[in-house]
Nanobody
Framework: QLQLVESGGGLVRPGGSLRLSCTAS????????IGWFRQAPGKEREGVGC?????????????EKGRSVKGRFTISRDNAKNTVYLQMSTLQPEDTAIYYC???????????????????????WGQGTQVTVSS
């Protein structure tokens, strides 16, 4: 049974850093793209970034002003450890959310050799980890 478990969330001050982990079990991890998503209170779940199954490519979507993660977040993976990492730096209060990882291997992006940050492309999700950025 496919399982994804996020960890590493917590409380951090503005300007600080956190590294989230997504550890997988129950499936051939190195065949799946992994996406990171977040959901803030009162907002829809949104894509944060993704990484291809090989780790060769990552994508970070454009986001509304103030919530963009480009240049602040990076994604990496260690297929030997069945783990994907989301390194977050220069965190701001607007980054406060529950962060989720998800796995997929059937989207059009997958077959194009890249990865998707659209929630609808992902069927298998972790339970999430809370990240709170506050002074």
């Amino acid at each position: 049974q496919l399982q994804l478990v996020e960890s590493g969330g917590g409380l951090v001050r503005p300007g600080g850093s956190l590294r989230l982990s997504c550890t997988a079990s129950g499936f051939n991890f190195d065949l799946y793209n992994i996406g990171w998503f977040r959901q803030a209170p009162g907002k829809e779940r949104e894509g944060v970034g993704c990484i291809t199954n090989s780790g060769d490519d990552t994508n970070f979507p454009n986001s509304e002003k103030g919530r963009s993660v480009k240049g602040r977040f990076t994604i990496s993976r260690d297929n030997a450890k069945n783990t994907v990492y989301l390194q977050m730096s220069t965190l701001q209060p607007e980054d406060t959310a529950i962060y989720y990882c998800a796995a997929e291997r059937g989207s059009d992006m997958y077959y194009l050799g890249t990865c998707s940050t659209r929630t609808l492309d992902y069927k298998d999700w972790g339970q999430g980890t809370q990240v709170t950025v506050s002074s």
